[in-house]
């Protein structure tokens, strides 16, 4: 998995021997805000700000953790529809620094401006997800999912519900109730049906959040008819791809270099997942970069895939074939990136 979504996911204590698994605007405040009172209550209080890493006794880091293994990891997932809303309504329309800068900087808007909620989604859909900011980035790949298996996916949903028993069985605390820190609350659940009256912007949000749909169980329907309505399960498993990913990180010597990244190639395209297949691809153009000849064979032959595939993909595909003069490569490419923007900016007119 890309390094910076990495280190934005991971929550580590390796003194409890827990990970949480970070996705903004699903429950986090509460979640960190309740973890840390268990994991360390001497330095917690009613005013720690839950999202200080320095200060908290949780780590962000992966490389060199090599208990991560057999690690209990947990994370929260939410209705995307509602997140959307909630995002938008939090960063968005309360202009939230530094979000709020860093989005207009980012698509071309000056801070004074007003921005509608069609607006928003049509800025981000034309983005590459993976680059997205986190609170509306899609779900599966804030938590590296499939790539990564919990032990435990809770909803915010069921938060009242979840947490305790997460705080129970992993931690040994018996909680009747989580505390609530709903520092950035928008009351988005009550009221987000009315933010989907314009049916292109409806079409964009259900081919964004797509693979959130499919994974963790909600429904495409607005009113959440068929979505999973049963409480989720404990897993047993053990985190060997989150093992080769501190690995990776580490990279002690060129041998365990190979070895390690031709496992996580491997790995990856197990899943099936086209983030982590994109992920495993990339990996392998960067391994043979040394090498122009194996490279540029490997670009020509994954051309279909690179082409359809995620910004970072693209991106070092490019790079290889243009750091080799491979310039008609290159030019597909490129072209295949402007084609998904073009297309992206017709979604309006279907």
Known sequence: ??????????????????????????GCSTVKFNLWKCVSPETHGPDVDVHDLKASPFSSQI????????????????????????????????????????FCNRYGFDVADRISFESFVDAIFQDDPEYLDPHWRPQYINVMYPFIEPNFIGRLEDMDRDLPRVLSRF???????????????????????????????????RKLYEKDFEHFGYSRELDGRHDKADPPEFREVEHHRLDLLQSLFRMPGKSHEDEVVREAIRSARETGDPFARNWALHL???????????????????LGEIQAGFGFLKRTAARIAAANGAWPLVHQIASAELKRRYESRSWAGL
């Open 171 to 205: 931690l040994g605390k018996d909680v009747e109730q989580a505390p609530r820190r709903n520092v950035h609350g928008t009351n988005a659940d009550e009221k987000f049906m009315q933010f989907f009256e314009c049916s292109a912007t409806l079409r964009k949000v």
């Open 284 to 302: 392998s153009l960067n391994a043979r970069s040394g090498e122009p000849a194996a490279a540029l064979a490997e670009i020509r032959s994954q």
């Open 63 to 102: 490389a060199g953790q090599g208990w991560l293994k057999r690690a209990n990891i947990f994370t929260f997932v939410r209705n995307p529809y509602k997140r959307i809303v909630s995002a938008y309504l939090n960063k968005i329309r309360q202009r939230e620094m530094p979000v709020w800068q860093d």
């Open 1 to 26: 998995m890309l390094p910076f979504i990495c280190k934005q996911a991971i929550r580590a204590n390796k003194k409890s021997n827990i990970v949480y698994l970070n996705n903004p605007k699903v």
